[in-house]
C-alpha cells in the first residue's frame, strides 16, 4: 500500500487540485510566476509538479513541491517533501558540484512523487518519496548512483560501483516483482516500456517491464553508438554523447529526422537545450515530425557546469513546458508553444479483485496518462444508480481508492456494481474512458441475501432435519450450498435482514412449538437450534403466513408480515432496529381467498418492499408498499396461473441485475424462476432444477 493516505493528502495540497475523497475539494491559494526564492539547488518539472531544493523559512534545505497550472501561470504554495540536509547520524541527500555550490539531482514522476539518492555509511541508495511522511521500499546500497529516468511507477538507475542498471517500481496497492538487474546502457522509461540500446548500432529495444519480456526492436537510424535515450510516447531521442549527433525515432511515422546535439530534455513535440555560448535555453520544435529551427525561449547564463539539466532548468515532458532558475534565483515557467499529442494512458495497475468487501477492504486502482488530465471514477449499482463519485484533476494521474462507502458516507447494497473511469485532457485534446465490474459485499443485504453477497438464498428444509441454505453465482441457477442440522420437523425458516449492525441477515425461525426465534446473521455461515439465538416470543403458531416482504415502513429494515390463521387477517410486525419487533398491527382483514402469500422484496424500484398473493382462482397479485406500513391496492401479474405450484418464494436477486427474482415449485418436483423486471412484472418462467419434491419446507 502507498500514498493513499500520505500522498493524497500532499496531492489535494500541494497540487492545489480537487482530492479524491469526493465530488468537492479545497483547492490551494496560488502565485503567479516569477516565484522568488533564496535559491534553488536542485529542479525537475513532471506532469505539472515543480519539485525544487530551496531552504524552508527555518533555512534547512528541502525538497519542495508546487503544483504549476494548467497555463504556466500560476503554482501552488510550495510544500516540503523531504529533508535535504544532513541528520545527526551524517546520513544525507546526496548532492552534485553545480553553479549554486552544490545541487541535488531530482527526478520527477509525473504523479507527485519524486526520486533522489541518499547517502548513508558510504553507501547510496535510490529513494522515492512518496509524499513528506512516506517512502518507497528499499533499493540495494551501492556508490556512484544515478536516476536515469521516471515514469509513472517506474524508475530506472545506474550504479558505479556494480555496472550495473536496476529497474524497479512503486508499488501503489499490491506487492509485484518486477525488479531487474541488467548491464548499463542507455536506457528510459515510458509507462511500463522499459526502452534500451543493443549490441546493433542504432537500434533499441523495448521490454514490458511487468512482464519482464521483450516486445518490440527499433532502428533509430542511428549510425553511432548511442549513449543516452529519451522515451516521451510517440518520440524517442537519442544522442551520441555531448557533442555527438542527435535525432528523433518517430513511432507513429516509422522514421527518424536529425536534432541538434548537446545535453537535452525531450517534451512532447520538442526538445530545450543550453546553448552556453549565446546564453539561452533554446527550443527545438519537431511535432509535425521533422525538426523546425531552433528558437530561444529563455535567457540562461552560461555558467560554469557543463550540463545543468536538473540543475538550473527542466521540462515537463507530459505534454507540458520548461521551468528554469533565473540569475535573480527566482522560478519561471515559459510555455512551449508546442501542440502536444492526443491524450493517451501509458500504463495502468487496475484492481482486478472481482469483490470488495466494504468491511475490510478498498478498491484501488492507478491510471498514468500522457498528460494532465481531469478525470472522474463513478460507481453504480446492478440498476444502474450511481453510489460513488470520485474526482480529480491537475496531474497526469488518476489514483482511485473508494472504500465501498457512497456519497453520503452509507453503506451501499450487496451485489454487482459497476465502475467506470473517464479523463479528459487539461490542455489540448484527447478522452479515455473504461469500466469493469465489481462484487460489493460486507455493505447493507439485500432480499433472501443470507451470505452477504447481495444474491438471495434459498432456504430448504428436509426430512433429516436440515437447514440448508441454497447459493447462487448470480447467473439463475444454485449453485453450492450448505447445512445446519438438528432441526426439528415443522420448523418454519424466514430469510430476514439484518436487525442489528453488523449488516449481517439475520433468519427467523418459528420452531413446531410456536416459538418464534432470531438467529443471529452469519453472513454465509450455516445455522443450527443450539447456534446463538434470541427469542421473539412464543404463540407464532396463530399464524399459517410467517414471510419477510422487505421494508415496509420506510426506516430501510426489513420487516414481518403474518396472517392470523382465525382471521386470515394480515399483520406488520415492524423491525425495531434493536434486534426486535414492535406488536403486531393489522394492515389487512380477511385474505381468505389466497393460497400463498408471499413477501418479495422491492419489485418496482421504489425502494419500499412489495407483497405477491396468489389467489384460489390462480390469479398472482401485487400489493405494493406505500412506506408507511401499509400496502396498495392489488394489481394483477399473471391470470391463470400456477394450479400445479405448491411453493412460491420472493427469493432476491439470482440472476445479478439487480432485480429481485420469484422462485416457485411444482408438485413434481420442477424448480421454476421467473426474473423479475423492476417495474413490478416478471419474465415467463424458467426451469432450474428438478427431484425438489422431497424438501419438507422451501423458504
Known amino acids: 500500500m502507498r500514498r493513499t493516505t500520505a500522498l493524497a493528502a500532499v496531492v489535494a495540497v500541494v497540487a492545489g487540485f480537487v482530492a479524491v475523497t469526493g465530488t468537492g475539494g479545497a483547492v490551494a491559494a496560488d502565485v503567479g510566476f516569477p516565484l522568488r526564492t533564496d535559491g534553488v539547488q536542485g529542479i525537475d518539472f513532471a506532469g505539472g509538479t515543480l519539485s525544487t531544493v530551496e531552504r524552508a523559512a527555518n533555512g534547512d534545505p528541502y525538497v519542495m513541491a508546487r503544483r504549476v497550472s494548467a497555463d504556466g501561470s500560476t503554482a501552488s504554495a510550495r510544500v516540503p517533501l523531504a529533508y535535504a540536509g544532513t541528520y545527526a547520524n551524517g546520513a544525507h541527500v546526496k548532492y552534485v558540484p553545480c553553479d549554486a555550490g552544490?545541487?541535488?539531482?531530482?527526478?520527477?514522476?509525473?504523479?507527485?512523487?519524486?526520486?533522489?539518492?541518499?547517502?548513508?555509511?558510504?553507501?547510496?541508495?535510490?529513494?522515492?518519496?512518496?509524499?513528506?511522511?512516506?517512502?518507497?521500499?528499499?533499493?540495494?546500497?551501492?556508490?556512484?548512483?544515478?536516476i536515469v529516468d521516471f515514469t509513472g511507477r517506474f524508475f530506472v538507475y545506474d550504479a558505479q560501483s556494480t555496472g550495473k542498471q536496476y529497474i524497479d517500481d512503486v508499488q501503489p496497492y499490491r506487492t509485484t516483482d518486477v525488479r531487474m538487474t541488467r548491464s548499463r546502457?542507455?536506457?528510459?522509461?515510458?509507462?511500463?516500456?522499459?526502452?534500451?540500446?543493443?549490441?546493433?548500432?542504432?537500434?533499441?529495444?523495448?521490454?514490458?517491464?511487468?512482464?519482464k519480456k521483450a516486445v518490440e526492436t527499433v532502428s533509430t537510424g542511428s549510425a553511432c553508438a548511442i549513449k543516452e535515450l529519451q522515451a516521451v510516447g510517440r518520440w524517442i531521442y537519442w544522442n551520441c554523447g555531448p557533442t555527438g549527433r542527435a535525432g528523433v525515432y518517430d513511432r507513429t511515422a516509422k522514421k527518424g529526422f536529425a536534432v541538434p546535439s548537446g545535453p537535452a530534455m525531450v517534451g512532447d513535440g520538442y526538445l530545450v537545450r543550453h546553448d552556453r555560448t549565446a546564453g539561452k535555453l533554446v527550443l527545438t520544435d519537431f511535432h509535425t515530425g521533422q525538426s523546425a529551427a531552433p528558437r530561444p525561449v529563455a535567457e540562461l547564463p552560461a555558467g560554469d557546469t557543463a550540463d545543468q539539466r536538473r540543475l538550473t532548468w527542466a521540462v515537463d515532458k507530459f505534454g507540458g513546458d520548461l521551468a528554469y532558475v533565473g540569475t535573480d534565483n527566482a522560478l519561471r515557467v515559459v510555455p512551449s508553444g508546442v501542440p502536444s499529442q492526443s491524450l493517451a494512458k501509458i500504463e495502468s495497475e487496475v484492481d482486478d479483485a472481482a469483490s470488495l468487501d466494504v468491511k475490510t477492504s478498498a478498491w484501488s486502482s492507478t491510471?498514468?496518462?500522457?498528460?494532465?488530465?481531469?478525470?472522474?471514477?463513478?460507481?453504480?449499482?446492478?440498476r444502474g444508480r450511481t453510489v460513488r463519485t470520485l474526482t480529480g484533476k491537475g496531474g497526469p494521474e488518476a489514483d482511485v481508492s473508494w472504500n465501498g462507502r457512497t456519497d453520503a458516507?452509507?453503506?451501499?447494497?450487496?451485489?454487482?456494481?459497476?465502475?467506470?473511469?473517464?479523463?479528459?485532457?487539461?490542455?489540448?485534446?484527447?478522452?479515455?474512458?473504461?469500466?469493469?465490474?465489481?462484487?460489493?459485499?460486507?455493505?447493507?443485504?439485500?432480499?433472501?441475501?443470507?451470505?452477504?453477497?447481495?444474491?438471495g438464498e434459498l432456504v430448504t428444509l428436509n426430512s433429516l432435519g436440515d437447514l440448508t441454505l441454497h447459493y447462487t453465482e448470480g447467473k439463475g441457477v444454485f449453485d453450492w450450498k450448505r447445512s445446519g442440522s438438528g432441526w426439528p420437523a415443522g420448523s418454519v425458516a424466514v430469510p430476514f435482514g439484518d436487525m442489528g449492525s453488523d449488516r449481517c441477515a439475520e433468519m427467523l425461525v418459528r420452531m413446531p412449538g410456536g416459538e418464534l426465534r432470531r438467529y443471529a446473521g452469519t453472513c454465509g455461515g450455516t445455522y443450527k437450534p443450539a447456534g446463538s439465538h434470541t427469542s421473539l416470543g412464543t404463540g407464532w403458531n396463530a399464524y399459517n403466513v410467517l414471510t419477510a416482504p422487505g421494508d415496509l415502513t420506510g426506516d430501510g429494515r426489513t420487516d414481518l408480515l403474518a396472517r392470523k390463521a382465525s382471521t386470515s387477517d394480515l399483520y406488520l410486525f415492524a423491525d425495531l432496529g434493536n434486534g426486535k419487533l414492535a406488536a403486531g398491527k393489522k394492515i389487512r382483514s380477511g385474505w381468505t381467498g389466497y393460497t400463498h402469500v408471499v413477501g418479495a422484496g422491492d419489485l418496482n424500484g421504489d425502494g419500499i418492499g412489495d407483497v405477491l398473493a396468489r389467489g384460489k382462482n390462480g390469479t398472482l397479485y401485487r400489493y405494493d408498499g406505500t412506506g408507511k406500513g401499509t400496502l396498495r391496492e392489488r394489481v394483477t401479474v399473471f391470470t391463470a396461473w400456477g394450479a400445479s405450484y405448491n411453493t412460491i418464494v420472493g427469493v432476491g436477486d439470482i440472476t445479478g441485475d439487480g432485480r429481485n427474482d420469484l422462485v416457485i415449485r411444482d408438485k413434481a418436483g420442477n424448480l421454476y424462476r421467473n426474473d423479475g423486471k423492476g417495474n413490478g412484472s416478471f419474465t415467463s418462467r424458467t426451469r432450474i432444477a428438478t427431484g425438489w419434491q422431497g424438501y419438507k419446507g422451501v423458504f
Open 367 to 382: 491510471w498514468q496518462f500522457s498528460k494532465p488530465v481531469t478525470w472522474t471514477f463513478t460507481a453504480k449499482d446492478a
Open 102 to 146: 552544490s545541487c541535488v539531482p531530482i527526478v520527477g514522476s509525473g504523479n507527485g512523487e519524486v526520486g533522489y539518492v541518499f547517502v548513508q555509511d558510504g553507501r547510496e541508495s535510490v529513494q522515492i518519496r512518496l509524499g513528506p511522511d512516506e517512502l518507497n521500499g528499499t533499493e540495494p546500497a551501492v556508490t556512484g548512483a544515478r
Open 409 to 455: 458516507g452509507a453503506y451501499p447494497s450487496n451485489g454487482p456494481h459497476t465502475w467506470t473511469l473517464s479523463a479528459k485532457a487539461a490542455e489540448g485534446t484527447g478522452t479515455y474512458t473504461t469500466s469493469g465490474k465489481l462484487g460489493v459485499s460486507g455493505g447493507l443485504p439485500g432480499h433472501h441475501d443470507q451470505g452477504g453477497n447481495g444474491y
Open 185 to 211: 546502457t542507455a536506457a528510459s522509461v515510458w509507462g511500463s516500456q522499459l526502452w534500451t540500446t543493443t549490441s546493433t548500432t542504432g537500434a533499441v529495444a523495448v521490454t514490458d517491464i511487468e512482464t
